[in-house]
């Protein structure tokens, strides 16, 4: 049987755990290996997984039972919800009790649990600066992840918080590129004002959170945040106009525009980016870029991200 140390990765055919189980399947010399969690072992993404020599199990975050069953065994896991599944910052909350305590019943040594700040601590809910949603929340997308760090902490699970920022993939499969307008001109919108938006290609998440792993129980107990590069609309809109060689303007929508731009989760993302905006100090602060290069000497730029993923971005 192989001493290698088994890193159980839900979210494993997604952004984040794909990212992971490749950083850690390819390093096989690195003295771990993933065991990766999938609602479905044959689909696509699985087996492409199974392929790079990953084991490959079957686990659902609403089904306690199924985490303690692919928990089993493992040294790590790395825990990620999926909030764009079902929009409810509640079931959130419950599938971090699921995997919380799934890790502690399976004697797992170091979760990566993968959050976001509950930014309540900065905006209550009676501060008028940005709707309260859902009744209780001001982002639930961030306030669920933020609000549930304390029950690995409760359970005892030794566990590295660690916050991760704005996907660049986001342009790609969000529709947040830039569009063309009838004048011909390529606008990149984003309510952001003059902030900085810190932002990673999704596939170094995996990275960072691999590095954590390797340096074994230095960051049990805290909270670290990773980023890329932080940026303005206008650098971010500079960076597409040079990746396209033609000129890509940035328009700073309001917060409170885009929030009423009426698609699913338009005034959570509204009072999302208006954090970002107001609070950079918080969550610029929390993203020390020469921390992140210190875990991946090889973080991506965004110029690096658009050199391999321009073409890649809708255009509309
Ligand atoms: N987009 C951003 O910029 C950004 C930035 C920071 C944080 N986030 C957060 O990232 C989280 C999503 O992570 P991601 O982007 O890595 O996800 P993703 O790429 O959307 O992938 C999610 C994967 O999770 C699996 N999954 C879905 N429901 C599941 C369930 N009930 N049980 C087990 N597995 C399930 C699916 O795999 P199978 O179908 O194979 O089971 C899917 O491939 C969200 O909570 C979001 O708030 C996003």
């Not at 771990?32 to 689909?43: G, W």
């Not at 940005?130 to 609000?147: C, W």
């Not at 230095?218 to 033609?246: D, K, P």
Request: with cysteine.
């Amino acid at each position: 049987m192989s001493d290698k140390k088994i890193i159980a990765v839900v979210g494993a055919t997604g952004a984040q755990g794909g990212g992971l189980v490749r950083a850690i399947m390819s390093d096989p010399d690195g003295g771990f290996t993933a065991r990766a969690l999938t609602r479905n072992i044959d689909s696509p993404k699985a087996q492409e997984l199974a392929a790079l020599g990953a084991e490959v199990v079957a686990a659902d975050v609403d089904d306690v039972e199924s985490l303690e069953r692919a928990f089993d065994g493992a040294y790590g896991a790395y825990c990620v919800t999926f909030f764009w599944e079902h929009f409810s910052p509640e079931k959130e909350g419950q599938h971090v009790r699921n995997m919380a305590a799934a890790a502690k019943s399976a004697g797992v040594q170091h979760v990566i649990w993968s959050t976001l700040e509950d930014t309540r601590q900065w905006v209550p809910l009676e501060d008028d600066r940005m709707p309260t949603l859902m009744d209780s929340y001001k982002v639930p997308h961030f306030d669920a992840k933020g609000e549930s760090d304390r029950i690995f902490a409760e359970l005892g699970v030794p566990t590295t918080n660690l916050l991760t920022s704005f996907y660049w993939d986001n342009l790609i499969h969000f529709q947040m590129g830039p569009q063309e307008g009838e004048d011909g001109v390529l606008t990149f919108t984003l309510p952001m004002g003059d902030g900085k938006l810190p932002g990673i290609a999704a596939e170094d998440i995996g990275r960072s959170a691999y590095a954590i792993f390797k340096r074994g129980n230095e960051f049990i107990g805290r909270t670290v945040g990773i980023a890329g590069e932080h940026l303005t609309g206008a650098e971010m809109a500079e960076a597409l106009s040079r990746a396209y060689n033609r000129e890509v303007r940035y328009f700073a929508i309001e917060p409170d525009v885009y929030r009423g731009l009426g698609f699913p989760g338009a005034e959570d993302l509204g009072n999302m980016f208006q954090f970002k905006r107001d609070f950079q100090d918080v969550f610029c602060g929390n993203r020390d870029l020469e921390f992140t290069r210190s875990l991946v000497p090889t973080m991506r730029t965004f110029d690096s991200w658009l050199a391999d993923n321009a073409e890649r971005i809708p255009r509309g």
